[in-house]
């Protein structure tokens, strides 16, 4: 994704996939499965939305109350049952369309990617705002009122006896024919991230899924990056293999 001002993070990240696992491989089995669809923009402090005089730090969607009244409304954006819905601070509603736990791994150079869940998101922008905010952070010239997501929480393992740097997803293809990279319709936050050795650190990725309304796509094949030393040595290139994933 190239860095458009004042939008500088992920879009729909999941929090706790940001997190570090630990230093060993029995903190993964601790890796909390809680997860949020908050779109976690952070902008510019002296920047504004072009839509909106108030600033973009300030922004904040008043959800209203006879939504929050909704027995499928979260308010902490912790999505685990299909039609549970949250509010992001730019105004999107998002739903939980679909849901997949069941964990999938490849083992490349010493190193594991494990992904832990990946979910559908319906994604229904309620504010000019919003719209700008998914249209910068995805690279996307337009996006549609109602558009779908997926979020995307995986484990990277270190098991060489040295740190190494990502340089994060090469790209996601659906079976429908779409490809995603980073400068395309997809965030990743491995990209430029350190391991330690015999370490463990989860990481997400958010993509835009085209058409799912009417074309849904049910596999997503991805092909991770080279990795490196520190000190920008390669230490190996991409996987041989891709990593497989079931979206139903």
């Known amino acids: 994704m190239k860095a458009k001002g004042y939008l500088i993070i992920m879009f729909a ?42 600033s973009w730090s300030d922004y904040q969607y008043k959800v209203p109350k006879s939504v929050q009244k909704n027995a499928h409304y979260v308010k902490n954006g912790d999505l685990s049952t299909k039609h549970q819905f949250t509010f992001h601070r730019f105004g999107t509603r998002q739903q939980l369309a679909d849901v997949t736990t069941k964990p999938v791994d490849i083992k490349a150079d010493k190193l594991t990617y494990k992904v832990n869940q990946v979910r559908v998101i319906k994604n229904t922008a309620k504010t000019p705002q919003a719209k700008e905010a998914a249209e910068q952070v ?14 995307l929480n995986y484990t990277v393992t270190n098991h060489h006896n040295f740190e190494i740097a990502l340089n994060g997803v090469n790209y996601v293809k659906t079976n429908q024919g779409q490809m995603l990279t980073t400068a395309n319709q997809l965030t990743d936050s491995s990209a430029g991230n350190k391991i330690g050795a015999n370490r463990a650190v989860s990481f997400a990725m958010t993509g835009y899924l085209h058409n799912y309304a009417t074309q849904p796509a049910t596999k997503l094949t991805i092909q991770f990056g080279a990795i490196y030393t520190t000190t920008q040595k390669k230490v190996a290139p991409s996987p041989d293999s891709t990593l497989t994933i079931n979206l139903k």
Do not use: H
Not at 21 to 40: P, V
Not at 138 to 150: E, G, H, K, Q
């Open 138 to 151: 995805l690279n996307l010239r337009s996006i549609p009122d109602t558009y779908y997501t997926f979020v």
């Open 13 to 54: 990240i999941l929090s706790v996939g940001l997190a570090a696992c630990g230093g060993n491989k029995s903190n993964q089995a601790t890796e909390k499965k809680s997860l949020s669809a908050d779109m976690s923009n952070e902008p510019s402090s002296s920047s504004t939305s072009s839509s909106s005089s108030q």
